[in-house]
């Protein structure tokens, strides 16, 4: 899709964290996990862009994607691809709201140094991206929102969330066996529940095997049991708000044979998002950035460098 420069690429976690006592009514913030795409000799002062996966999804997903925008946002941008809580590198915690979400960003924000970012977030990160915007626009320059609206619900190709996730529980898989054996199993597994094999072969990339000192177990970088108990309320929900919007630029992109952003949550999205603009990529399903990859990467290098 695009020829990419030679950047550098830092990954890294943070382990400590502070809070102070006037925070202690706030959701506690996490430290994430991401990794950067910066190229110290040619990187403007720019705000950089931060994105968010979505449910299921890891920083990983964005890496092609992320070396494009570094390379061809003008002026060139930093890029930071982060997981959010619950999944890929960051911690694990019995808590998963929009509103968590939020403070492990803010919190990410201050501990990087950012004072304003433009923001990109697909579906469950999308909407995380929508509050922070909502509740911090101080910190947001320009958002893009990858198929989702901040409408209660999701579309219904993923009604069948909370099965797939006790599915993925139930796996049981030997310490014996190869990544790629273990990956045949729980396809096979996964099959009976889950018919779209692209589908699975997405799931299935969140099954990573222990290190030896643990015994060699293989486990899923998703909480599962946190997803699971906190689906309705902390991802198929959006927070209901009063008396607050968003008046930076907004680009929603949505698939075109996806129901994620319908014709029924424009007034919503209009009303919180006022500067907004909503494009729909034909023959895109729900994942628009990696089934439509060149066309999404075209929108965003647009909108960011207008």
């Given amino acids: 899709m695009f020829s990419y420069p030679v950047c550098r690429i ?3 976690s943070f382990r400590s964290l502070h809070l102070s006592a006037a925070r202690l009514s706030r959701p506690v913030p996490v430290p994430l996990s991401f990794t950067r795409y910066e190229n110290n000799v040619s990187d403007s002062n720019a705000p ?7 449910l299921f999804g890891s920083k990983s997903n964005w890496n092609s994607l992320a070396k494009a925008f570094h390379k061809n946002t003008k002026p060139v941008r930093k890029i930071y691809a982060i997981d959010a809580r619950n999944h890929g590198d960051s911690p694990h915690t019995d808590e998963h709201s929009y509103d968590h979400m939020v403070e492990d960003l803010v919190q990410l924000y201050k501990t990087l140094g950012i004072q304003q970012s ?3 977030g697909h579906s469950m990160g999308g909407r995380a991206m ?3 915007a909502l509740k911090y626009p101080e910190l947001v320059e320009k958002a893009i929102i990858v198929d989702i609206s901040p409408s209660t619900g999701l579309g219904t190709s993923n009604t069948n969330i909370p099965l797939f996730l006790q599915s993925m ?4 898989i030997s310490s014996e066996a190869t990544i790629h054996q273990a990956r045949k199993i729980a396809d096979e597994q996964l099959s009976r529940i889950v018919a779209e094999k692209p589908l699975r072969d997405f799931l299935i990339t969140n099954l990573v095997k222990g290190e030896k000192e643990s015994g060699g177990k293989f486990r899923w970088r998703i909480n599962l049991q946190s997803l699971e108990r906190n689906f ?3 991802v198929a929900t959006f927070p209901q708000l009063t008396g607050v919007k968003f008046l930076g630029p907004t680009l929603f992109i949505a698939g075109g044979r996806s129901d994620y952003v319908k014709p029924a949550d424009v007034p919503l999205i209009k009303q919180l998002f006022p500067n907004s603009e909503i494009t729909y990529v034909k023959d895109a399903g729900h ?3 990696s089934e439509k990859s060149t066309e ?3 929108l965003v290098l647009n909108f960011l460098n207008e």
């Fill in 10 to 12: 830092i990954k890294t």
């Fill in 48 to 54: 950089p862009v931060l994105v968010l996966h979505g």
């Fill in 118 to 120: 433009s923001i990109i």
């Fill in 130 to 132: 929508m509050l922070l």
């Fill in 169 to 172: 529980k139930m796996i049981q």
């Fill in 232 to 234: 309705n309320s902390g």
């Fill in 287 to 289: 994942w628009v950035h």
């Fill in 296 to 298: 999404f990467a075209k």
